[in-house]
């Protein structure tokens, strides 16, 4: 079964930081985009960052740069995003996707994971 599973959420204060694992089953990352995004209700979803399993390649959303880091243990199968001076504005639903490298869409998604950041 083809799965990703988003873990590390929970509750931080501004200033702290957290780190989001995404596990991916049935699939291995290679050839794959990872991406992770946000979303709060009634907000549009965000993408926030991606690494290409291919090149290394990454992208971060302006909000975040600087902040976070998105890396990739191809070994592991995991994409990890490391989130430090976390804001109140970070809280959201992450979630992560993936997209075949060079594909449009993102095809595979998680379940999501809450990060809450209190002031």
């Known amino acids: 079964e083809v799965q990703l599973v988003e873990s590390g959420g929970g509750l931080v204060k501004a200033g702290g930081s957290l780190r989001l694992s995404c596990a991916a089953s049935?699939?291995?990352?290679?050839?794959?985009?990872i991406g992770w995004f946000r979303q709060v209700p009634g907000k549009e979803r965000e993408g926030v960052s991606s690494i290409s399993s291919t090149d290394g390649t990454t992208y971060y959303a302006d909000s975040v740069k600087g902040r976070f880091t998105i890396s990739s243990d191809n070994a592991k199968n995991t994409v990890y995003l490391q989130m430090n001076s976390l804001k109140p504005e970070d809280t959201a639903v992450y979630y992560c996707?993936?997209?075949?490298?060079?594909?449009?869409?993102?095809?595979?998604w998680g379940q999501g994971t809450q990060v809450t950041v209190s002031s």
């Open positions: 049935g699939f291995t990352l290679d050839d794959y985009t």
């Open positions: 996707a993936a997209r075949l490298s060079g594909a449009y869409a993102y095809t595979q």
